[in-house]
Each structure stands twice: as structure tokens, then as C-alpha cells.
Nanobody, 122 residues
Framework: QVQLVESGGGLVQAGGSLRLSCAAS????????MGWYRQAPGKQRELVAT???????NYADSAKGRFTISRDNAKNMVYLQMNSLKPEDTAVYYC????????????????WGQGTQVTVSS
């Protein structure tokens, strides 16, 4: 099992920055893919940024040039650096990891965090 805990959300003025963190607990797993998603009130959850196998990175058009996804393998941490924030970035942000274990034949499992609120004021 893997548990994800997000942190770093909060209230920020437009143009400001936040760095979201996602701490993954567990042991002996490999991260196959990681991602950040967000859900605004009344809207569906949407992709913000994903990274697969440490090399293929994909950003939503709304995030390109402003957000950066990264990870620290040694600490089992995933980050989302968000710059030049806009009021439309206001949402609950969720961390997602796809992991596998050699003991489970490298079958992939997907886990979600509980979310962290980001509010950008104008």
C-alpha cells in the first residue's frame, strides 16, 4: 500500500507562487508515473501535469510555462511548483502516483492523495 499526503496549498494573491508537495509512504515500490490534477467547484477533475517513467512530461495548456512537476526519488516526494498564479487556478489539487512492486510482478497500482486547497485571489 502507498499513502499520499499533499501539502503546500493555501491562499495567495494573483501573480504569486506556491509549491505543492506530495509525500508517498510505503516501501520497495517504484514510481512509474506521477501527476497532479485539480478540481474546481462544479467542474470535473482535470489533469495539470504528469510525468511518466521520469522522462515524459505533459502539462495542461493552462499550466504550460507556469507550473513545473518534479520529484525527489530519495525522499519519495513529488512537487508542483506553481508560478504566476491566476484566480482560475483556484481548485483542490490532487497528487496521483502509479507505482509497482517487484514482489507483485510489477503490476501497476494507482493511488490518490486527499487533496490540498489552492485559492488565488484577484
Amino acid at each position: 500500500q502507498v499513502q499520499l499526503v499533499e501539502s503546500g496549498g493555501g491562499l495567495v494573491q494573483a501573480g504569486g507562487s506556491l509549491r505543492l508537495s506530495c509525500a508517498a509512504s510505503g516501501s520497495d515500490f517504484s514510481i512509474n508515473a506521477m501527476g497532479w490534477y485539480r478540481q474546481a467547484p462544479g467542474k470535473q477533475r482535470e489533469l495539470v501535469a504528469t510525468n511518466t517513467n521520469g522522462d515524459s512530461t505533459n502539462y495542461a495548456d493552462s499550466a504550460k510555462g507556469r507550473f513545473t512537476i518534479s520529484r525527489d526519488n530519495a525522499k519519495n516526494m513529488v512537487y508542483l511548483q506553481m508560478n504566476s498564479l491566476k484566480p482560475e487556478d483556484t481548485a483542490v489539487y490532487y497528487c496521483n502516483l502509479v507505482v509497482s512492486w517487484p514482489s507483485r510482478s510489477y503490476r501497476k497500482y494507482s493511488y490518490w492523495g486527499q487533496g490540498t486547497q489552492v485559492t488565488v485571489s484577484s
